[in-house]
């Protein structure tokens, strides 16, 4: 199982960035996927999830009504749209993958290598 994710860079307060997370080789079915955030000395924490089983979402009460997940009908990528970036946004972003059809959020399974998201004011 391998993720591919891209989409980061760098965007003023306010303007919005969309990461991919791209599976290679295999498709998403029966997947719960997560974007999570690391900030720059903290620790990892869960942005937003979905259920390729189900559509099922998740989102931190941090980026609700800001970021919204979704999955392509191949079930290929999963993007988060991400609009009215802030500062504390920055950081960077993970997806995970777990392949079950129970959960919404993943809780072990492969990372991806990171994207860079950078938020200036």
């Not at 997947?31 to 099922?56: L, M, N």
Request: with cysteine.
């Amino acid at each position: 199982v391998q993720l591919v994710e891209s989409g980061g860079g760098s965007v003023q307060a306010g303007g919005s960035l969309r990461l991919s997370c791209a599976a290679s080789g295999f498709t998403f079915d029966d997947y719960a996927i997560g974007w999570f955030r690391q900030a720059p000395g903290k620790e990892r924490k869960g942005v937003s999830c979905i259920s390729t089983h189900d559509g099922r979402t998740y989102y931190s009460d941090s980026v609700k009504g800001r970021f919204t997940i979704s999955s392509d009908n191949a079930k290929t990528t999963v993007v988060l749209q991400m609009n009215s970036l802030k500062p504390e946004d920055t950081g960077v972003y993970y997806c995970l993958a777990e392949e079950t059809d129970y959960v919404v959020c993943p809780i072990v399974g492969s990372w991806g290598q990171g994207t860079q998201v950078t938020v200036f004011s």
